[in-house]
């Protein structure tokens, strides 16, 4: 037998979507971002057109990241979004809906999970699946996880860093903290305030962390040059900022992930952690591609660390492949997720 309606996974980031068609890959990558009317509560963009709105929208329009912060009362632009982006991949669903499952941010409550669901199904999905986004991760990063064997995920996305220890496709420990490229990217804006008196904007910071941005010594320095405002004169500066300096904006995010991921191996069993001593820690998501993370994580733990190949769109390949187990599953509309959440 074979389905007429392509089986759909999506990877619902809090900087990016990714949708996964079964037999086609990632055919979108858009960023998580929403442009609405204030005054009529219109959905105006969605993805890379509402993303240029950012920061520049007149008083009626607001551009929100509405899973920056996972918080309930944008689930309802999650949702829209969410509609839009599934719109754009099907064309709308006609005679055969798809099923479609969902790797969503850890740490979202029932509540907004079920949103989740909703809006699939409004936007004409046959069945919703939710898979905790570790999981996904680690299937993506081509772990064979089906095994009684320990291996840790860490993936730092946009706005959080999930930490899993991953066993017979469960997940046996995890911690998910609101550290991660989100708060890099303040660290920069902070240390250039601090520093030198000037102040940069969010896109230059995103631009200095990826361009110089390190949290292991490079071997050879770095540098670009950086406009921003002086805080004294209030006028522009041009500033040559090296990688070195990137080393101590970001002491403060570094430190708390790495504590993070101490504290999930100090909950781990003894026989996982020896499992993931042989096997090595893998890292995914955007914020693991900061220069230098996997030595540092090396260096910290003792155990070999690896960016995945494919770091950005491991989750939604994880996603996407995961939909083969999901055939094996009962039918009805199945909830995958069980996390626990620190602070
Ligand atoms: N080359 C890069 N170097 C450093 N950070 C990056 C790079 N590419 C993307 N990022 C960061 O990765 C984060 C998004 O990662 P992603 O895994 O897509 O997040 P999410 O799963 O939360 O949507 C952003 O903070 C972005 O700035
Ligand atoms: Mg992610």
């Known amino acids: 037998m074979f389905s007429l309606a392509k089986d759909i996974g999506i990877d619902l980031g809090t900087a990016s979507v990714l949708v996964y068609v079964k037999g086609k890959g990632v ?3 858009e960023p998580s ?3 609405i009317d204030k005054n009529t509560g219109r959905l105006l963009k969605v993805g890379a057109e509402a993303q240029a709105m950012l920061g520049r929208t007149p008083g009626n329009i607001v551009a929100i990241r509405p899973l920056r912060e996972g918080v309930i009362s944008d689930y309802d632009m999650t949702e829209r979004m969410l509609k839009e982006f599934l719109h754009k991949v099907t064309g709308g669903f006609s005679l055969f809906k798809p099923r479609v499952i969902i790797c969503v941010p850890s740490g979202i409550t029932e509540v ?5 669901v909703d809006a699939g199904i409004q936007a004409g999905a ?3 699946y939710l898979i905790e986004e570790p999981v996904a991760a680690a299937i993506g990063a081509g772990l064979d996880i089906a095994k009684p ?5 860490v993936d730092i996305g946009g706005g959080t860093t999930d930490i899993a220890v991953i066993s017979l496709s469960g997940v046996v420990e995890s911690v998910s903290i609101k550290v991660a490229g989100d708060q890099f990217n303040e660290s920069i804006v902070k240390y250039m305030r601090r520093k030198h008196n000037v102040l940069v904007g969010e896109r230059t910071a995103e631009l200095m962390k990826i361009q110089i941005g390190c949290v292991f010594p490079k071997e050879q320095e770095t540098c670009i040059d950086v406009k921003g405002r002086c805080l004294l004169t209030g006028l522009p500066k041009t500033l040559s900022i090296t990688s070195t300096e990137m080393l101590e904006a970001f002491e403060e995010p570094v430190e708390r992930i790495l504590e993070a991921i101490h504290g999930v191996l100090e909950r781990t069993p003894p026989e996982l952690v020896a499992d993931i001593s042989n096997n090595g820690i893998v890292m995914t998501g955007g914020g693991s591609l900061i220069d230098g993370f996997d030595k540092l994580v090396e260096s910290r733990t003792g155990i070999q660390t690896i960016v ?4 950005i769109s491991c989750v939604a390949e994880g996603t996407g ?6 055939a094996s ?6 909830n995958l997720s069980r996390r626990k959440q620190m602070n």
């Open 27 to 29: 055919v979108l990558n």
């Open 33 to 35: 971002v929403v442009a």
């Open 112 to 116: 907004e999970e079920r949103a989740v």
């Open 126 to 128: 046959r069945r919703v």
């Open 149 to 153: 064997d320990g291996n840790m995920v």
């Open 308 to 311: 995945a190949a494919d770091a």
């Open 321 to 326: 492949k995961s939909l083969d187990s999901v």
């Open 329 to 334: 599953m009962t039918d009805g509309t199945v």
